[in-house]
Structure formats: structure tokens, C-alpha cells
């Protein structure tokens, strides 16, 4: 006998959910950790939405998943539209069987705050494991509870008494499942293979996986759509353009802003000096950081004062922050004008007495141990507070603690000369 489907619909990949504070949830550890376990735990094969179609363009699939599946787990968080209207397709076509949840942070959206939800918290981009645990368990007893009743859950079937869902002909929804399934495992793969090889820090790996991913969707995006100007999903430029500036030449002799360059052109691709996503902007300041330090071309520096520092005033993180500050204090080591130099390396002190204030409010948070990056908040911490000239060797004993890699340990090492050098500077 067939497994019952649930088809999944949400973002993938890190997106900004603009609604309260901006802040960056990585869509697919929801997926991994919450949905995909609490879903086949109860049984049931788990399509998600990504997965029919690799075009962006809703199509027949979509349609078809949206009106056939047993069950429909829609994740509106970060208001992503898609999402958005493919529970509004679902809510048309069936009265039952639909669950929406969303980030606990995030606010409501207005026409859907009076639909039953399931919240959960991310802590940073990512989710901690006793959140992850506790919302599975929630979640499969919704789910079951959800098949075993099939009470109303539409608004449109609840309001309109008597309104009868439609009827598709019966076709094989398991060959379509298959069907859909090996037509996307190529952008999946890819996608899943440059991720493994960024946590591993294979840069040359990861940057060749997401050009494959690049290249999939875009020939999927300009086939659906007849052109031949399509772009991929940002998560995927950005991906790209990451690991492109980061991976090192095989040649040493090779010019290193060879690859800077060619990361500054991907990213342009997302209108960086206009943007408002924290990632698009921390990127940029990257690359222009980076370009700065291979050729000490003062355009290069202002322009990643510029991009880190509308990130931090988006985001408020740490990352985008630390950044800013240490190329405030570059720029104002070459300042001719006096001014402009007590201007900036005020400015930087500023930016770090707000990270102190942020990262402390954030340690107070029990859960904040459980974050991915919790380890370079405590670097960051203490290297923020050396270059305030103030003492940050409790946060670097955490740091120590955690037994960071080699290269972990030479990067904050590094840091804290620099801000140590700052601090009596």
C-alpha cells in the first residue's frame, strides 16, 4: 500500500524575514530538523515544494500536489510569497488536512493570524536541538490528529457552508511523485553537496556545487518562461558568490583579486548597493574588504564601510558589525583630514560598545549555547571588548573551551592582535 503524501510548502535556503528586527532564518534547517522527521516519523512521504519544481514557476505539479496531497504543512515564515500562495491555492482546493506554522518571532500576517499555528523559535539562523526535538514531537501529534479528524481548516470551506472541493480524475499520484522527484534530485543534490562542502570548508567544492545549482535553475527558470534572462533564487547567488571569493587558486601565482572580482560580479546580480538583505550586504563588504587588503585601493575600503555598515544598521549582528568597525579603523589609519579620522575611529568604538550590548543581551538567553555560531560570538565578544581597551579573556577561555579547530584558533588569534593593537592605538 502507498504511503500517504504531505506536501511541504516554504522558502529554502537563508531568508530575511523583515518583519520585526531583520533577521536570517535558514529555511532548510526547519525543514531538516522539524518538518522532515516529524512527517516521515509519522509515516508519511514527504514532498517539498522545491522539489516539483526546480523552475520557480508554479505548474501542473504544483497544482496537482496541492490539490491531492493527504496532508499540506505550509511554513509561512519571512511572509515568503510563494508559500503565501500556494497556501492559498490549497485552501481553495481542500477543506482539511492543512497545517501552517511558522517562526515564533516573526509577525502575523494580517488575513492569516486567525488560522491555528504551530511556532517554533531559531536561535540565529539555525535551530537548537531541544527546540528541534520538542517541535517534532508537537508537530507529529498535530499531524496526526489532522488526518485522523479532517475537520475544516480552510477559511474558505469554513465561511462558504456547503462549498464542495473539486475532483482531479484518477491518475497515478505516486508515478507523479517519482516523476517530479528524479527531475529535481539534480538541483537538490547539488545544492545539498555544496552546502556539506561549505560546513567542511571545501570553498573550491562548494563554489562548483552552486554553479551547478546555478546553472540548473536558470536553464529550468528561462525554459518555463520562454527568455533567456532568468536568475536563480538569491540564496543561490549568494552561495556562489561566497565561496567563489573563497576558494584559493590552484596556481599560487594566480592575481587572488582574479576571483574577488568574479564573486563581485555574481553578487551584482542582486543590486547590492540597493539592497536591503543583511546577507547581499555582508557578502559585498567581504569582497570589497578583502579587495582592499589584495590592493590597497582606497575606493574598494570606502565601499566596504559602505555595504557592512548598511548590513549592521539592517541586522544589527555581530558579523556585519565587526567588520564594519575593523574598516572604519583601516580607513582611519589613511584619513589626511584629522576630522575624518577621529570621525571614523569614533564611529568604529560606537558600533562596538552596540555589539557588546547586543551579544550580552543574547548570552543572558540560555538557549544561545545552542546556536551554530555560538562559538563566534564568544570570539567575537572578546575581541570586541581588547579593541575597547576593556578585558575579554572570560569569553576567550569559552572561546578555548569549545576546542576550536587550528584554524579557528589562528583566526581569533589574529583578531585579538588586531584589536589589542587598536585598543592602545
Not at 497544482?63 to 515564515?77: C, F, K, N, P, Q
Not at 543590486?271 to 579587495?291: V, Y
Not at 538567553?365 to 546556536?371: F, G, I, L, M
Request: hydrophobic content about 40%; glycine content about 6%.
Amino acid at each position: 500500500m502507498a504511503k500517504k503524501l504531505c506536501f511541504v510548502v516554504m522558502g529554502f535556503g537563508k531568508k530575511t524575514d523583515y518583519s520585526e528586527v531583520p533577521r536570517t532564518l535558514d529555511m532548510d534547517a526547519t525543514h531538516e530538523a522539524i518538518i522532515k522527521p516529524a512527517v516521515t516519523g509519522c509515516g508519511l512521504d514527504c514532498v517539498r515544494a522545491d522539489e516539483v519544481t526546480h523552475s520557480g514557476i508554479i505548474d501542473k505539479p504544483m497544482y496537482e500536489m496541492l490539490l491531492r496531497a493527504d496532508l499540506v504543512i505550509a511554513d509561512i515564515s519571512t511572509a515568503n510569497p510563494n508559500a503565501l500562495y500556494e497556501l492559498g491555492v490549497r485552501h481553495a482546493l481542500r477543506p482539511f488536512s492543512t497545517i501552517v506554522i511558522k517562526e515564533i518571532d516573526g509577525k502575523f500576517i494580517f488575513d492569516l493570524n486567525h488560522l491555528a499555528t504551530l511556532q517554533y523559535k531559531h536561535l540565529g539562523d539555525d535551530i537548537g536541538a531541544k527546540e528541534a526535538k520538542k517541535k517534532v514531537a508537537e508537530l507529529q501529534v498535530l499531524i496526526r490528529a489532522v488526518l485522523a479528524k479532517q475537520d475544516d481548516d480552510s477559511p474558505v470551506y469554513t465561511f462558504l457552508k456547503g462549498l464542495k472541493g473539486p475532483v482531479m480524475s484518477g491518475e497515478d499520484l505516486q508515478g507523479a511523485i517519482a516523476s517530479v522527484k528524479a527531475q529535481s534530485d539534480s538541483l537538490a543534490q547539488a545544492i545539498d553537496s555544496g552546502r556539506q562542502a561549505a560546513a567542511e570548508s571545501r570553498s573550491r567544492d562548494a563554489r562548483d556545487y552552486f554553479k551547478r545549482a546555478y546553472d540548473i535553475q536558470v536553464a529550468a527558470r528561462n525554459a518555463a518562461s520562454g527568455q533567456t534572462t532568468a536568475l536563480p533564487d538569491p540564496y543561490i547567488i549568494q552561495q556562489l558568490a561566497l565561496h567563489t571569493y573563497k576558494a584559493k587558486p590552484i596556481d599560487p601565482s594566480e592575481n587572488p583579486t582574479v576571483a574577488l572580482r568574479q564573486a563581485q560580479r555574481i553578487i551584482d546580480q542582486l543590486n547590492p548597493s540597493t539592497s536591503t538583505d543583511p546577507e547581499t550586504l555582508g557578502i559585498t563588504g567581504a569582497i570589497q574588504k578583502r579587495l582592499y587588503s589584495a590592493t590597497k585601493d582606497r575606493t574598494c575600503l570606502d565601499s566596504a564601510v559602505e555595504f557592512y555598515g548598511r548590513g549592521f544598521d539592517v541586522k544589527r549582528d555581530y558579523y556585519n558589525g565587526e567588520n564594519y568597525a575593523v574598516c572604519l579603523d583601516w580607513r582611519a589609519e589613511i584619513q589626511v583630514d584629522p576630522t575624518e579620522r577621529t570621525y571614523d575611529r569614533q564611529t568604529a568604538r560606537k558600533v562596538r560598545a552596540r555589539i557588546v550590548d547586543s551579544l550580552t543581551a543574547q548570552f543572558a538567553d540560555p538557549h544561545t549555547a545552542e546556536r551554530q555560531d555560538y562559538k563566534w560570538m564568544l570570539a567575537t565578544m572578546a575581541n570586541t571588548l581588547y579593541a575597547l581597551g576593556r578585558d575579554g579573556a572570560s569569553y576567550e577561555q569559552q572561546f578555548l573551551a569549545l576546542n576550536p579547530a587550528d584554524w579557528e584558533r589562528s583566526t581569533f588569534a589574529e583578531g585579538k592582535a588586531a584589536a589589542q593593537k587598536i585598543a592602545v592605538g
